[in-house]
């Protein structure tokens, strides 16, 4: 499956849920930022921004990963200097990364820039024990996402 909106193109691996909704927008006229959430279960209607009422539902082999564009006039600044998609590592995960912590699991955040668009992705797996297998499912999973210049 296939999904496509906001400017980016996300081909889905199998036993991932993926969807995408606009922020309000920061100035009249513009269209709002794109909030891209994708989960290896299922995801509800009502969420938060980094996967409240998600993560919670993580099994130890799950993942779940959001992607939220920041103002176009940020992509230049220090903190978005990588340009590229992060592949993510085993050893970039640590559950004193989460917002929330929950016992086992473990997460990641990268800021980034690409076709002139200013990103952060924050992953959470359910494990940190098998952040081995689940940083390779989100990097096969990001290695399918196309990010346009169109908003």
Do not use: C
Not at 9 to 33: D, F, I, K, T
Not at 96 to 124: E, K, M, Y
């Amino acid at each position: 499956m296939t999904l496509v909106a906001g400017g980016l193109r996300l081909e889905l691996a199998p036993g991932w849920e993926a969807r995408v909704r606009r922020q309000a927008p920061s100035q009249p006229g513009q269209p709002g930022n794109v909030l891209l959430h994708a989960a290896t279960v299922a995801l509800p209607e009502q969420r938060g921004d980094f996967g409240s009422g998600v993560v919670e539902t993580l099994g130890p082999d799950d993942a779940f990963i959001a992607m939220l564009e920041y103002d176009a006039k940020d992509a230049g600044k220090v903190l978005f200097k990588a340009s590229r998609i992060p592949v993510p590592k085993p050893s970039d995960f640590s559950p004193d990364v989460l917002q929330r912590t929950r016992a086992g699991n473990t997460g990641a955040q990268w800021f980034f820039s690409v076709s002139g668009r200013a990103f952060s992705l924050h992953a959470v797996l359910g494990s940190h024990a098998r952040r081995a297998p689940g940083a390779t499912k989100v990097a096969r999973l990001l290695q399918g996402l196309t990010i346009g210049t169109t908003r």
